[in-house]
């Protein structure tokens, strides 16, 4: 089913054309990503679709009762109430539901209402409709649901107040309430900013199973690979189709500019060709036919234009002016934290020269932290940092907070290398994307993809032997972290990086360091790699817990020490296990039961009939009540 349709649109801000001749579709269960530079329109594409941005030409044709579902980059959720209660009004209608169910039921066995049997009648007729209603719109599970969605975005006190969250915090919280409405059509701008590596995970897992249509706008390949199979691409002010995962769609990209290159001039060649032809044969009596022939025929021709390349990119490396020593960094059991309050400690490891070490794990567990530790920003709690010699350690903050000054564009790098021509700041402005009028531009008036551009044009200017990286794809679009994997992976330093970019790390990481609240673990490789032994870990973790189990089982037999101790203790385990197959049976039969008078209550001749529905519903009662103290029993002998 088409959800919703596109056709020929076009978006000006002022004069500027922003977007034009726009096609896109939607349709049941697409999983679509919308891709292009930054500033190409992509998210002002995102707001006309879902109604908060008027447009300028073309039509947006949605049928009739069709939801949307938009969360725009950054919306932190604000409210009064805990986060339980937020995402309760979610289901406001449910609970509405919920709450006249409880009235009807209370009216149905007051013994007055019993005597009027047509006004009897009309409730029951009511209460069975209502309930009918209730069951299908998911009221028997939407708190369910609730903790589902609170577990996968990492909230697990659902009691806290909103207003006491950080900004990345209610961020995930507006993605999570977005998620329980389900709207058919649910656009998402940028939803992996402020999501650790496990999140990331379960929203592409959840994204995969959803039941209606997405489009996305996001700078990570990763994700995108995992969940989408069609990308539009936005340049230019136009918009192209490709079928496929991003992966497919840059190969499809490639494929065709070179096709488009080759027909191009193979024309560009056959039009020279006639050209002196025609030059040549014109003026001579025995050939002028044939060269106006060769004229009539090039006229007649359409003309192709040279393919369009990809749109130009930033262009940067990063240098040093002297090498360390082999050994850079030496961190032993080292505590780090705020206000002498620890997030994390027992971090030991080591750090050579030419290694890329990529610093993983949950939010909060103090990644940033130990950067800013590590760079003397903040005071080690507990341990040792030894460095290296001739280190020249250069910093990138994702924040950028550093960059909030009211210096244009231009002083921020020429106040800080003075002795450089202003053509020279100029060029190193020019290759990070900085180029005639904005480099005149107030460093905080700048967005956030232009202040990631020019951190790391002074980071590139400092030469520094040693890189430390808070989040530095952040607010890159996906071109512009290409640029910058390919120059840190031809960088002769060495680098310590935090990224939850999946695709990131593989192509930067030579050594994953996992940090924990007690401590630290390394593994030699990159992401994948780092996976693959993280599962390993587990499945010997398991074989270990068996075998020692089995042990533990085996000394408990041999320190017995008379028969009469080890006959009962079988004895005991025996009549155990018989009970537990007694209780197993009966669960079987009672939740049989129980299904059984849900389906007798939805049969016509039976909730016409009041006196057989209040006799079904407490037998069914009874039986759920027997049900919960037989699980309640089972737990307590299965453990």
Not at 86 to 106: A, I, P
Not at 322 to 343: E, M, P, R
Not at 475 to 496: C, M, Q, R
Request: negative net charge.
């Amino acid at each position: 089913m088409i959800l919703l349709q596109v056709n020929q649109l076009a978006k000006y801000y002022g004069a500027d054309l922003i977007l034009s001749n726009i096609k896109l579709e939607l349709q049941t269960r697409d999983r679509v990503a919308l891709v292009g530079r930054n500033g190409a329109g992509k998210s002002t594409l995102l707001k006309i679709i879902a109604g908060h941005l008027s447009h300028d030409g073309g039509e947006i044709i949605k049928p009739k009762g069709v939801s949307i579902g938009y969360l725009a980059q950054n919306t932190g959720l604000e409210s009064n109430l805990s986060i339980w209660d937020e995402m309760l009004t979610v289901f406001d209608s449910l609970r509405g539901m919920e709450s006249s169910l409880r009235q009807l039921e209370t009216a149905m066995s007051d013994p007055a209402a019993m005597e009027n049997t047509s006004s009897y009648d009309r409730i029951l007729k009511e209460y069975d409709q209502l309930q009918v209603k209730f069951k299908e719109q998911g009221g028997y599970q939407y708190e369910a649901d609730i903790r589902s969605i609170l577990h996968g975005l990492n909230f697990h006190n659902s009691s806290l107040m909103i207003s006491s969250l950080s900004g990345g915090q209610k961020t995930r919280l507006a993605l999570g309430k977005l998620l329980l409405t389900k709207p058919d059509i649910l656009i998402l701008d940028e939803p992996t900013n402020h999501l650790d590596i496990d999140t990331l995970t379960w929203l592409e897992q959840y994204l995969q199973g959803y039941d209606g249509a997405i489009l996305i706008v996001s700078h990570d390949r990763y994700f995108l690979d995992k969940v989408v199979t069609q990308v539009y691409e936005v340049s230019r002010k136009q918009i192209q189709k490709f079928i496929g995962n991003y992966s497919s769609y840059l190969d499809q990209k490639a494929a065709n500019y070179e096709r488009d290159l080759k027909l191009y001039e193979k024309q560009q060649q056959e039009v020279a060709d006639l050209q002196d032809f025609i030059q040549r044969n014109l003026a001579r009596a025995s050939t002028t036919k044939r060269a106006q022939s060769r004229r009539k025929k090039l006229e007649k021709m359409d003309l192709m234009d040279r393919p369009l390349g990809d749109e130009k990119s930033a262009t940067f490396s990063f240098e040093i002016e002297k090498q360390t020593g082999n050994d850079v960094l030496a961190v032993d059991s080292l505590a780090v934290g705020y206000s002498g309050q620890k997030v994390s400690e027992m971090i030991t490891f080591r750090a050579y020269r030419g290694e890329s070490i990529a610093l993983v794990g949950p939010n909060g567990i103090g990644k940033s932290t130990l950067l800013k530790t590590i760079i003397k920003k903040l005071p080690a709690l507990a341990g040792t940092i030894q460095y290296g010699a001739n280190l020249a350690i250069g910093y990138y903050d994702q924040e950028q907070a550093e960059l909030t000054s009211n210096k244009r564009v231009l002083n921020e790098l020429w106040d800080e290398w003075p002795l450089k021509s202003e053509k020279e700041i100029r060029t190193v402005l020019g290759n990070f994307l900085f180029s005639g009028d904005d480099v005149l531009k107030i460093v905080s008036t700048l967005s956030g993809g232009e202040k990631a551009r020019l951190a790391l044009a002074k980071l590139m200017l400092e030469k520094a032997n040693v890189l430390i990286l808070d989040e530095p794809t952040n607010h890159l679009d996906l071109d512009s972290k290409e640029v910058l994997e390919n120059a840190l992976v031809d960088y002769p330093g060495t680098i310590l990086f935090v990224s939850h970019d999946r695709y990131f790390i593989n192509r930067i990481a030579t050594k994953v360091l996992e940090l924990s609240a007690k401590g630290s673990s390394e593994y030699l490789g990159d992401y994948d790699y780092y996976l693959e032994k993280k599962l390993e870990e587990e499945e010997l973790k398991a074989l270990e817990a068996a075998s020692l189990n089995k042990k533990q089982t085996q000394a408990v037999v041999q320190e017995r020490s008379t028969y009469h101790q080890d006959k009962e203790s079988k004895k005991l385990e025996r009549q155990r296990k018989r009970k537990l197959e007694e209780i197993e049976m009966r669960i079987e039969e009672l939740e049989a039961l129980t299904q059984e008078y849900e389906e007798k209550l939805c049969e016509p001749e039976v909730f016409q009939d009041h006196e057989k529905v209040l006799e079904i519903n407490l037998l069914n009662e009874k039986a759920k009540t027997e049900l919960e103290q037989l699980m309640e029993e089972w737990a307590e002998l299965a453990d």
